[in-house]
C-alpha cells in the first residue's frame, strides 16, 4: 500500500501531516508507525476487485425511489451503489452533455462551467430551472447541483423512480423563483476561484455540532413568525426523518438497519468503551479513575451515535469534515433506546433542581485519544478543536504589524492601515458635466394642480390609473374627471374639517403636513389623497403600512412623524380597519414612538359647494410640496423636504428626457409612495397626461410575467420594473409564448446602478428580443432621495449632444474599486468588476464626483468619489435637521492648487478654492464619470464597508455570495451583508435565507464555499455568515429585505439563525500584542518603562528587584496582622482542642453549643458540650473496637452537614485517629460523584470508613456498583452501632501530629490533601477567635459547606473552641426554602454570619421579587454586623453589591458584608473582624492586568475593573507580593503571589493529584532578595498589597471622590540609587510616599494606615493566549452581560483556543444568537478571539459547594463529549 496516490484526498493529508510531526520530532518512530498503521489500516483490507472507490472520498447523494428492488449495498458497474435504503451513492457524477438532460426544452440561463467534470462544455445548460428542491448533498462547486434531476451516463433507472421525482418536483414548483440574474460574469469568476483554490491542500473546516431539536426547527419551521406568504408552502415530505442520516456504505449493514427505509443512525458505543487509549497531550490534571474498570459502563446522559464521515465537496476540502453529532428525539425507534438517563440532579440531599451546587460531574471520563476518530468513526469534540487548529494554521492574509501596545489610538491605526503598495489616481482633476438644456414642450402644463384640472375638464373620461388584484384581474380605474373630483371633495373637506388637538380645536391651514397611510395595493385611493392635498396647499409624508404595534421599523417613522409636527393621518376604510386596535377600547392602538395621530377616511365625502375653487389657492413655488422618508445606513427615518419648484422642475426634466407624451400607457410595477415610483406614476404622469397601470407586490410573487403580459394586452410605450422583476420575469418561461415586447420603447430600470442589473438586463435583451424587445430601450437609471433621478440612458438614444448610440460597460478591478481608483481590468479576470452605464446627466443638471471622505475636493478622473448634482430639482433639506442639511444639501466642490513658494525653495502649499458660488447636493452614490458624459455607479455611501482601510460594497458581495451555487441554496436570492464595528474596525456579515431543504452539511459546504469565494475575489474576510430559516429576514412593506432591522436584531440577538459561522481568526488583524518583556537590567530607561511585577521575566540579578519594582516613593509590599500577644495568656500557649472539649463538657455541660436547623426553619437538633463529649467518646470506643484503630490511622467520615460529622470527628480525634471528611456521593448523580468519594479515600489511605446508614446503603447500592464495586470498600462502620465497652481515656498526642487532613478539589480539578497539625489547629482558632471576638454568649449562623478549608473549621472547630453558640443551616436545605437563612438571622438576632457565594447568589436571584412578603413576615437584618462570605477567590463585587442593594430594604446594613480569603496552604489569610474597618475598593486597567501590572485608574474608566480588598488579616499573619517565576519581592501596587507566613500555615501537602514537582516549595518558599531566610508558604494566587486610610470615609472610594492612585507602574521613575535607599528608610512610615494616599486628602500621619490585600484570581487558572495572562471571570463577566438570555458561562481554554461555555435559559431556537455577541464582546471587552462557542442547558456548567465554577471538569466533559450541547460553533 506505498502507492499512496490511490489513497483518498483526506488520508494522504493525514499521512503529510504525520510525516511533518516526525521530521520535527513531535512524535516518536514507535508513535509515528502506530498511526500511520491506523490510517491505512482500512485501506488494506479492501478486497482488490473493489472499483467503485475514486481518489476522491465525497459521495453525491441521489433520492431513489424506496421501493427500488435492490438488496443492501448492490454495485452497479458504472459506480453507483444502491441500496434499499433509497439512497444510492454516487462516487462521481458523470459529466453531461445537453443532449442528455431532461427537460431540455426549458431554457436555463445558469451557465455554469463544472469544475467537477473537464467535460461539461463552457456554458451547457446544466439543469432545469426551478427544479432545486431536492437534497443534493454537496456537489462540487461549478456543479449547478442539479444531480437530483438527471442520471449519470449508462444509469437505468427504474420508472417509478421518475414518476416520483416528478411528483416531488411538481409540488415543489411554487418555491423556485431562482436567483440566476445574478448568475452571469460574476457567476462563472466566483467557480473559477473556487477552482483554483481546490488545488491547494487546504485542511478541513470542522462542522458546527447542533442538537436535533435544533436541526429540526432549522430551516423550515418558523417558530415565531407565522407569515402567510406562500414562499412557504413546501410539502411535508422535504423535510421528513427520513433524509435527515445520510450514510456511506461502509456504515450500514443489516445487523444495524432496521427493516424499515426509515435510516436511524447506529448507536455509538459509549464513549468510555474499552478501546480507548490514554490521551497523550493532556495534562493529567483530571481525577484519575484508571483504578476502576468497572466505571467505564457508565451510561451517558443520552445514547450517543456512531457518525460516519461526512460527504465533503472537492472544492470544500480534501479532508472530510465531522458531522454535527445530533441528539435522538425522544420519539426514537425503541430498537435503539439505551437505558435513557435523566439530566443528573446535581442537588445534594434533595430531588429539587439546584443552581448553587453543580457538583463535578464529568470526572468519570477514561483518557481518551481525543485527537483521532475512534476505531468506529465516531468523531470527538476534540477531533474537531484539531481540525479547526489545522484550519488555523493557515498563513493569515495580513501579517500582524510588529509591535505596539494595546492603547486605543495603536488598536485604531492598526484598524485602518495604509496599504504602501495601493493604487493611486493618476488621472486630471475632472471638470463638472453638464446635462443638455431643458426645453419644455410646448402644451406642457405650468404646475401640476393646472395639469390635472386641464385633463380632468378636457378629458376627464380618459384613464389615469388602473390597478390589477391579486389574481390579475382589472379591477378599477380611475379617469381624469373622476381623479379631479374626488381631489376636489378631499382638498374641500381637509379645509372644512375641524380635528380636536387635546382641548383646542384646530384646521388644516396650507402648509401644514399630514401623513398619507395607503397599503401598497391601493394606488387609486393615494393618488386622490395626493392631489388632495395638493389642491389645499398641504405637505404629504406618504409613510408605510404600521403592521402591529411593537415593530421596530414603524417606531422610527413615529420620531419622523413627531419632529414633522404630524396630528392627522389620511387613510382609506379599509386601511383603517386592518390598523392594530387596543384589546381593551377597540380603538386604533397608540403605536410605540408615535405622535396621537387623528385618522381622516379619504372615501365617501360630501360634495364641495359651486363657489369653492382649488385654483384660487396660491401656494408660493419655494414653499414644501412633499416629504419624503429616506433610511440611513443606522436605521434612522429622515424626512426629505422637497419643494414645489424641485417638484415640477424635476418633473419636466423627466417628461424631457423619457421623451413622455400625452394619453402614453406606462406600466408601474414600482412602489408609488417614494422616489422613482412617485416621480414617474403619480407626478410626471399627471403632468403628461399618461394612463397608469400599476401591478400590486403580492400580484408579482403570484405571476412573475404579468407586467409583460400587460404590455402586451395594453401596447404599453414604458414600462417601470426593478432587475429583479426582469430576472422573475425571465424564470415565468411557460408564459412567455405570448409575450409580444414590440410597442416597449422604454423599459426603465429604477435600480440599474446596482451592479448586478447588467446581468439581468443583458439576459432580458437576449431572450426577448425576439419578441419584439429593441436593445435601446433598456434604460437603467441612478437616482436617490436626496438629488432625485441622479441619471437616466434616454429611450431611443437620439438626444441632442450626446452621442446615440452612447451605452458603457467597464470591466474594473474589484481591488483597485476598494482603494477608490478606476482601473481596467481583463473580462477573463477573477477578481473584476462589470458595470454598466447609468445613462447621462439629466437635462439642466450639472454634476460633480467629490471625494466621499473629508472636504468635497473634486476628483481625479480614474478615482471614485459620490456624485453631486446642482439644478434646480433637488431636495432642499432634511426635515428639522439642520446640520445633515448643510453637509449634504449645501456642498460646495473644492479644486485643489498647488502654490509654489516665492523663493523657490519651500513647501508647496496646497490651496482649496470653490469651484462656483452654486450649492451641490450629495447624492449618497458612488461612482466616476466615463466617456461622453455616461455616469457609473459602483455603490452607495450606505451599502459602503471600510474593512481595514479599503472600501467594499455590500451589493458586490451579494452577487458574489449568489454566485455560489445560488438556486441549491439561497431562498429567493434573500441575503443581506451589512457591517458591525468590533475592535474598531468594520466587520462584514452576511446573513442568507437557506431553503426549506438543506441539510446540515450542504449549508455547512456552500458556507465554506462563499467565505473562499469572498475571500479569492475581494480580498476581504467575512467576520460572521449566518443563515435564517425562509422568510426570517425582516421585510420591508414591499417584500425586500429590510438591512437596518436585520443588522439590529443581530447586534440584540434576536435573529434567531438556523446556522452561523463566524470567521475572527481570519478577519481581525488587529489585536494588540503583549507588552515588551525585559531580560535583567538594561537601560535605565527601558527598566522604568517595565512591567510591574515581570510575572514573566526570567532572569533576576541583584538590583531588579530593588529597580524593576520599586519606583520613587514607593515601598515594598508587605503586610501583618496585629499581634495574637493581645490576647489573654491561656490563648498564647497553644491548646489541644480535645482538652478544649473536655475543659467545657466539665465546666458548662448543658451549653447549647451547636444547634441544626431543617429545611423550615425549625431545630432538628441541638447538641451541649457534654453531650459532644459523650457521643465522641462512644465513637472513639466503637473505632477502636470495630475497627480496630490505632492513634496515627486515618478514617474516611463520609456524612451529610450536621451534628453526627461533629460527633464523629471528635471521635477520631479522641482516639488519637486522622479524620477525613469527605462529601457523600449524590443520590441522583452517582456515576460522577462516587468516583470522587472513593478517590479521595483511596488517596487519604484511610483505613476504615465511618458514616451513617443511608450513605452506607447508598455505597452498597445496585446503581452505584456500576461505578465502584462494592466489594472493594474499605471496611465501613455505621456511626449508630453502639460499643461493647466504654472509651478508656482521650490519647495524648504531641502539638505537632497530624489533627487532620483537609483534601478538596481546586478549581482548575486538581485534588490536594493538606496535612493540619494541632499546633495549626490551634492558632488558627486563636486567632479566628480574637478577629470576630467571638465568646459563649454570642451566636454565630453558618451556612456552609463542612468538609474543607475555612468552612470546615467554621463548622467543626471553632464553636468547641470559643464556646459560642453555632447555628448550623446545610446550605442545600437554603434551596429548598431560600428564605431560610434570612429568616434565621432575623428570628435568632445573630449578629454574625458566615456563608458561601453559593448561598448569596441563590438568595439573589430567588427572592428577588419576594421582598414585600419578606417584609410582611417581619424578617429584620438590622441585627447583622458582620456577613463573610467564605471563598478561595477575588471578591465578587458585582454579586454582594446586588445583594445588599437588594436586602438593603430590609435594613441590611451594606457595610457589614465582606469576603474573607484563604487557600490550601492556609484555610484563613483575611476574615473582616468585628470592628475591622469597611472594605476598601480600588479600580484597576484590566489591559494593565494582562500584562501582570497594576494601574489604578478612576471609577468608571474605560477597561476598569473594580477589585475589593478581601476582609482584613487576621492576628498573627505576614503577608508578602513575590514575583511566582523569579521569587523577587514585588513593591506596594505590583501585581505578584500572595505569599504567607502564619503559625496556622498548614503543614506541607498530605498527597497532591498531579505532578508533584511543581509543588514542592509550597510551604518552604524563600525571596531571592531581601530577608532570604525567612520561609513563606505560596498561596497560588495572584495579588496585590496597598496602603490604604482606616477611616471609614476614605476607605470606601466613594463616587464622588476619585481616586487619585496615580498609574505608579506605568509612569516608574528612577531619580538615583540614593533615592532608593532614602524610600527604604521611610518605607515603614509611608509618610512621603504619595502613591499610599488614596484621594491624596490630608497627611497620613492623620490616620490609621492600614496594608489591603486584594486578590486578583489563581496562578493555575490565568488564561495565557497570545502572550498576555487573563482571568477567567473577567471573560465570563463580559459574556454574562452580551445576552439576556445567557444564565452562566463558563470558559477555559483547548491547546490554543478560548472556548466559551454559556447556558442558554431560553428557547433552543435562540441559540444561535448567542454566537456572535459572545465572539464581539470578548473581541471588544478583552481583544481574544474566541475559538468555540458551546451554548448548552442550563445547570451544565458544574458549580461546586463553595460556589466556584469547576471549568476543567466542564472542559472534560466537553472534550469528552458528555455536555450535551444545544450548539458548538467552532470560529474560523
Given at each position: ?851 466621499s471622505e473629508g472636504s468635497p475636493v473634486l476628483c481625479k478622473t480614474d478615482q471614485v468619489g459620490e456624485i453631486c448634482v446642482t439644478s434646480g430639482s433637488t431636495s432642499a433639506s432634511y426635515f428639522g435637521l439642520d446640520g445633515m442639511t448643510n453637509s449634504t444639501f449645501k456642498v460646495q466642490p473644492l479644486l485643489e492648487e498647488f502654490e509654489q513658494p516665492k523663493d523657490g525653495n519651500g513647501t508647496v502649499n496646497i490651496i482649496s478654492k470653490p469651484i462656483g458660488e452654486d450649492f451641490y447636493v450629495r447624492s449618497g452614490l458612488l461612482g466616476f464619470l466615463g466617456p461622453g458624459g455616461l455616469v457609473f455607479v459602483c455603490g452607495s455611501r450606505d451599502g459602503l464597508m471600510t474593512v481595514t482601510g479599503r472600501k467594499h460594497n455590500a451589493d458586490d458581495i451579494i452577487a458574489t455570495v449568489l454566485a455560489v451555487e445560488p438556486m441549491r441554496f439561497i431562498y429567493r436570492g434573500r441575503i443581506a451583508v451589512f457591517s458591525i464595528k468590533v475592535l474598531r474596525d468594520e466587520r462584514v456579515c452576511v446573513i442568507a435565507e437557506q431553503r426549506p431543504d438543506c441539510s446540515e452539511e450542504e449549508s455547512f459546504q456552500w458556507m465554506s464555499r462563499v467565505l473562499q469565494a469572498v475571500d479569492s475575489i475581494h480580498q476581504v474576510g467575512i467576520y460572521c455568515l449566518a ?746
Open positions: 500500500m506505498e502507492h499512496t496516490s490511490s489513497l483518498p484526498g483526506y488520508v494522504r493529508e493525514k499521512l503529510a501531516e504525520l510525516d511533518l510531526e516526525l521530521s520535527e520530532g513531535d512524535i516518536t518512530q514507535k508513535g509515528y508507525e502506530k498511526k500511520r498503521a491506523k490510517l491505512l489500516q482500512p485501506f488494506l483490507k479492501k478486497h482488490e476487485g473493489d472499483k467503485v472507490k475514486s481518489t476522491q472520498p465525497p459521495p453525491y447523494y441521489n433520492v431513489k425511489d424506496t421501493n427500488n428492488s435492490n438488496s443492501h449495498g448492490n454495485i452497479n458497474n458504472d459506480g453507483v451503489i444502491v441500496s434499499s435504503e433509497g439512497y444510492s451513492y454516487v462516487t462521481e457524477v458523470p459529466s453531461l452533455s445537453s443532449s442528455q438532460q431532461r427537460h431540455s426544452k426549458k431554457i436555463d440561463f445558469h451557465q455554469s462551467s463544472s469544475v467537477s467534470t473537464s467535460s461539461t462544455p463552457q456554458g451547457g445548460n446544466a439543469g432545469a430551472p426551478g427544479y432545486e428542491n431536492m437534497r443534493p448533498q454537496g456537489g462540487a462547486v461549478g456543479d449547478p447541483g442539479y444531480q437530483n434531476t438527471r442520471e449519470p451516463s449508462g444509469f437505468q433507472n427504474p420508472q417509478s423512480t421518475n414518476n416520483s421525482q416528478h411528483r416531488q418536483r411538481r409540488t415543489q414548483r411554487k418555491v423556485t423563483h431562482n436567483e440566476k440574474r445574478y448568475h452571469s460574469v460574476r457567476q462563472e469568476a466566483v467557480q473559477q476561484a473556487l477552482a483554483a483554490l481546490k488545488g491547494r491542500p487546504k485542511p478541513s473546516l470542522p462542522m458546527p455540532s447542533k442538537r436535533t431539536s435544533v436541526l429540526n426547527r432549522s430551516p423550515g419551521c418558523n417558530d415565531e413568525l407565522d407569515s402567510s406568504t406562500d414562499d412557504e408552502s413546501i410539502p411535508e415530505e422535504t423535510i421528513s426523518p427520513d433524509k435527515e442520516y445520510n450514510y456511506p456504505r461502509d456504515h450500514i449493514s443489516n445487523s444495524i438497519l432496521p427493516p424499515e427505509p426509515i435510516i436511524k443512525p447506529p448507536i455509538r458505543e459509549s464513549s468510555m468503551g474499552p478501546q480507548q487509549h490514554s490521551r497523550p497531550d493532556v495534562k493529567q490534571n483530571q481525577l484519575p479513575n484508571q483504578k476502576y474498570p468497572s466505571s467505564n459502563s457508565a451510561p451517558e446522559r443520552r445514547p450517543p451515535q456512531n457518525l460516519p464521515p461526512i460527504p465533503t465537496s472537492d472544492a470544500l476540502s480534501t479532508d472530510a469534515p465531522p458531522i454535527a453529532y445530533k441528539r435522538e428525539n425522544d420519539f426514537s425507534d425503541k430498537a435503539f433506546k439505551q437505558k435513557q438517563f435523566n439530566a443528573p440532579d446535581i442537588t445534594q440531599f434533595n430531588n429539587a433542581h439546584r443552581a448553587a451546587d453543580r457538583v463535578t460531574r464529568y470526572v468519570n471520563v477514561t483518557q481518551n485519544d481525543l485527537t483521532e476518530t475512534d476505531a468506529n468513526g465516531k468523531w470527538k469534540v476534540s477531533a474537531k478543536i484539531q481540525q479547526l487548529l489545522n484550519t488555523l494554521k493557515r498563513p493569515k492574509r495580513r501579517p500582524l504589524p510588529e509591535f505596539y501596545e494595546d492603547n486605543d489610538i495603536e488598536l485604531e491605526i492598526a484598524a485602518n492601515t495604509k496599504d504602501p503598495n495601493a493604487p493611486k489616481p493618476e488621472g486630471s482633476t475632472m471638470t463638472p458635466v453638464q446635462g443638455e438644456q431643458l426645453s419644455i414642450p410646448a402644451g406642457l402644463p405650468r404646475t401640476l394642480e393646472c395639469a390635472l384640472q386641464r385633463y380632468g375638464t378636457n378629458s376627464f373620461k380618459s384613464p389615469m390609473a388602473t390597478v390589477l388584484d391579486p389574481n390579475g384581474k382589472i379591477t378599477t380605474t380611475l379617469t381624469y374627471g373622476k381623479l379631479l373630483s374626488r381631489a376636489q371633495k378631499i382638498a374641500y373637506a381637509l379645509s372644512t374639517k375641524i380635528f380636536s388637538k387635546g382641548p383646542e380645536q384646530v384646521t388644516l391651514k396650507p402648509g401644514d403636513r399630514v401623513a398619507l397611510v395607503y397599503p401598497n395595493n391601493d394606488p387609486l385611493s393615494f393618488i386622490t389623497a395626493w392631489y388632495g392635498c395638493m389642491f389645499r396647499g398641504l405637505v404629504p409624508l406618504p409613510i408605510e403600512l404600521p403592521l402591529s404595534s411593537s415593530d421596530t421599523p414603524p417606531q422610527q417613522v413615529g420620531f419622523l412623524l413627531s419632529s414633522c409636527g404630524i396630528t392627522v393621518a389620511l387613510t382609506s376604510e379599509a386601511c383603517l380597519k386592518g390598523l392594530p386596535k387596543s384589546s381593551t377600547t377597540g380603538e386604533i392602538a397608540k403605536l410605540k414612538g408615535w405622535p396621537r395621530l387623528q385618522w381622516f377616511v379619504t372615501e365617501h365625502l360630501p360634495k364641495p359647494p359651486k363657489e369653492f375653487n382649488v385654483g384660487n389657492l396660491r401656494v408660493d413655488d419655494s414653499a414644501a410640496a412633499y416629504i419624503e422618508y429616506t433610511t440611513d445606513k443606522e436605521g434612522s427615518v429622515m424626512g426629505v423636504t422637497v419643494t414645489r419648484a424641485a417638484m415640477i422642475n424635476h418633473c419636466r426634466a423627466l417628461t424631457m428626457a423619457c421623451h413622455y407624451t400625452e394619453g402614453e400607457t406606462i406600466v408601474c410595477v414600482l412602489d408609488f409612495k417614494r422616489e422613482v415610483g412617485l416621480w414617474h406614476s403619480v407626478l410626471t404622469s399627471i403632468l403628461n397626461g399618461m394612463h397608469v397601470i400599476f401591478i400590486p407586490y403580492a400580484l408579482m410573487k403570484l405571476r412573475p410575467s404579468s407586467w409583460m403580459q400587460l404590455i402586451t394586452k395594453h401596447r404599453a410605450s414604458c414600462c417601470l420594473v426593478k432587475s429583479r422583476d426582469l430576472h422573475w420575469g425571465l424564470l415565468a418561461t411557460k408564459d412567455h409564448k405570448d409575450i409580444s415586447l414590440s410597442s416597449l420603447r422604454m423599459l426603465l430600470v429604477a435600480d440599474g446602478a446596482n451592479p448586478w442589473s447588467l446581468s439581468s438586463c443583458d439576459q432580458f435583451l437576449s431572450v426577448f428580443q425576439a419578441k419584439g424587445l429593441r436593445s435601446d430601450a433598456i434604460c437603467p437609471c441612478a437616482s436617490s432621495s436626496e438629488v432625485f433621478t441622479v441619471s437616466l440612458r434616454r429611450p431611443g438614444r437620439g438626444s441632442c449632444g450626446f452621442s446615440p448610440s452612447a451605452t458603457g460597460r467597464g470591466v474594473l478591478s474589484m481591488a483597485a474599486l476598494s482603494h477608490g481608483v478606476v482601473r481596467v481590468d481583463s473580462e477573463d479576470s477573477l477578481t473584476s468588476l462589470t458595470l454598466q452605464d447609468c445613462g447621462q446627466v439629466m437635462p439642466a443638471a450639472q454634476m460633480v464626483v467629490v471625494r443563515l435564517v430559516p425562509p422568510n426570517h429576514l425582516p421585510k420591508t412593506p414591499l417584500g425586500g429585505i429590510h438591512l437596518c432591522e436585520a443588522r439590529r436584531r443581530f447586534l440584540e440577538g434576536s435573529l434567531h439563525p438556523a446556522n452561523v459561522l463566524m470567521c475572527p481568526h481570519t478577519c481581525v488583524t488587529n489585536l494588540p500584542k503583549p507588552r515588551e518583556l525585559h531580560q535583567g537590567v538594561q537601560t535605565a530607561a527601558k527598566i522604568s518603562s517595565s512591567s510591574g511585577c515581570g510575572i514573566t521575566d526570567t532572569g533576576v540579578g541583584p538590583a531588579s528587584v530593588m529597580v524593576g519594582n520599586l519606583v520613587q516613593g514607593n515601598r515594598l509590599a508587605e503586610a501583618h496582622g496585629r499581634d495574637v500577644g493581645l490576647a489573654e495568656d491561656c490563648e498564647r500557649k497553644p491548646q489541644l482542642i480535645t482538652g478544649v472539649l473536655r475543659w467545657r463538657a466539665g465546666t458548662s455541660p448543658d451549653h447549647i453549643i451547636f444547634t441544626l436547623l431543617n429545611s423550615k426553619g425549625a431545630i432538628a437538633k441541638t447538641l451541649t458540650c457534654s453531650e459532644l463529649h459523650k457521643r465522641a467518646e462512644k465513637i472513639a470506643a466503637l473505632l477502636q473496637e470495630r475497627g480496630r484503630i490505632e492513634p496515627g490511622d486515618h478514617v474516611a467520615l463520609i456524612f451529610p452537614p450536621g451534628l453526627d460529622l461533629l460527633c464523629a470527628f471528635y471521635g477520631c480525634l479522641y482516639l488519637g485517629a486522622i479524620p477525613i471528611t469527605i462529601r457523600p456521593p449524590h443520590p441522583q448523580n452517582l456515576n460522577t460523584t462516587l468516583p470522587t468519594v472513593r478517590m479521595i479515600v483511596d488517596v487519604s489511605k484511610s483505613g476504615i470508613v465511618l458514616s451513617i446508614q443511608p450513605i452506607i446503603k447508598l455505597l452498597k447500592s445496585r446503581e452505584a456498583a456500576t461505578s465502584i464495586d462494592p466489594k472493594t470498600w474499605p471496611p465501613i462502620l455505621d456511626i449508630d452501632d453502639n460499643p461493647k465497652r466504654k472509651y478508656a481515656g482521650i490519647a495524648t498526642v504531641s502539638f505537632d501530629s497530624s489533627a487532620y487532613l483537609d483534601f478538596s478539589v481546586s478549581t482548575c480539578g486538581r485534588l490536594s490533601g493538606v496535612n493540619i497539625t494541632h499546633r495549626s489547629l490551634s492558632s488558627l482558632c486563636a486567632s479566628l477567635k480574637l478577629a470576630c471576638e467571638l465568646y459563649p454568649s454570642r451566636h454565630v449562623a453558618l451556612c456552609l459547606d463542612p468538609y474543607c478549608g475555612l468552612g470546615f473549621v467554621m463548622w467543626t472547630l471553632i464553636g468547641v473552641y470559643s464556646g459560642h453558640h453555632s447555628i448550623l443551616i446545610a446550605p442545600y436545605e437554603v434551596e429548598t426554602n431560600p428564605s431560610l437563612w434570612l429568616s434565621t438571622l432575623s428570628q435568632h438576632r445573630v449578629r454574625d454570619t458566615f456563608c458561601s457565594y453559593g448561598v448569596i447568589e441563590l438568595c439573589t436571584k430567588a427572592l428577588s421579587n419576594s421582598i414585600p412578603s419578606l417584609k410582611q413576615r417581619n424578617i429584620d437584618l438590622r441585627c447583622v454586623r458582620t456577613c463573610v462570605v467564605v471563598a478561595e477567590e477575588r471578591p465578587r463585587v458585582q454579586l454582594t453589591q446586588q445583594f445588599c442593594k437588594l436586602f438593603q430594604a430590609l435594613g441590611l446594613n451594606t457595610r457589614c458584608v465582606s469576603t474573607s480569603f484563604g487557600c490550601r496552604v492556609n484555610p484563613a489569610i483575611c476574615v473582616q473582624g468585628a470592628s475591622s474597618a469597611e472594605s476598601a475598593q480600588v479600580y484597576v486597567d484590566m489591559r494593565a492586568l494582562r500584562n501582570n501590572r497594576v494601574a489604578l485608574v478612576e471609577r468608571g474608566a474605560p477597561n476598569s475593573l473594580c477589585v475589593i480588598e478581601s476582609g482584613k488579616l487576621l492576628p498573627g499573619v505576614k503577608v508578602i507580593i513575590a514575583n511566582p517565576d523569579t521569587k523577587g519581592h514585588c513593591g506596594d501596587s505590583h501585581l505578584g503571589e500572595i505569599w504567607v507566613q502564619a503559625p496556622h500555615n498548614a503543614n506541607g501537602y498530605f498527597t497532591i493529584y498531579g505532578d508533584e514537582t511543581d509543588y514542592n516549595d509550597h510551604f518552604n518558599a524563600k525571596l531571592v532578595t531581601g530577608a532570604t531566610s525567612e520561609l513563606y508558604a505560596r498561596t497560588g494566587y495572584l495579588g496585590f498589597l496597598r496602603r490604604t486610610e482606616c477611616s471609614q470615609a476614605a476607605s470606601l472610594l466613594d463616587e464622588t471622590t476619585p481616586s487619585v492612585a496615580s498609574r505608579d507602574s506605568d509612569t516608574e521613575s528612577l531619580n538615583s540609587m540614593s533615592q532608593l535607599q532614602l524610600n527604604f528608610s521611610n518605607a515603614s512610615l509611608g509618610a512621603n510616599s504619595e502613591h499610599s494616599l488614596i484621594g491624596g486628602a490630608g497627611n497620613s500621619n492623620d490616620q490609621e494606615l492600614h496594608d489591603a490585600v486584594y486578590v486578583v484570581g489563581a496562578v493555575d487558572e490565568v488564561i495565557s493566549l497570545r502572550g498576555m495572562n487573563y482571568h477567567p471571570i473577567d471573560i465570563e463577566n463580559s459574556v454574562m452581560r452580551c445576552h439576556k438570555k445567557i444564565a452562566e458561562c463558563a470558559v477555559f481554554t483547548w491547546t490554543n483556543l478560548l472556548v466559551v461555555v454559556v447556558e442558554l435559559d431560553g428557547n433552543e431556537s435562540e441559540a444561535l444568537d448567542l454566537v456572535p455577541l459572545v465572539t464581539n464582546t470578548v473581541l471588544e471587552d478583552h481583544q481574544l478571539i474566541v475559538g468555540v462557542v458551546v451554548v448548552v442547558d442550563p445547570g451544565v456548567v458544574p458549580i461546586n459547594s463553595r460556589g466556584e465554577k469547576q471549568r476543567m471538569h466542564l472542559r472534560d466533559g466537553f472534550l469528552a463529549d458528555q455536555l450535551d450541547p444545544i450548539y458548538v460553533a467552532y470560529n474560523m
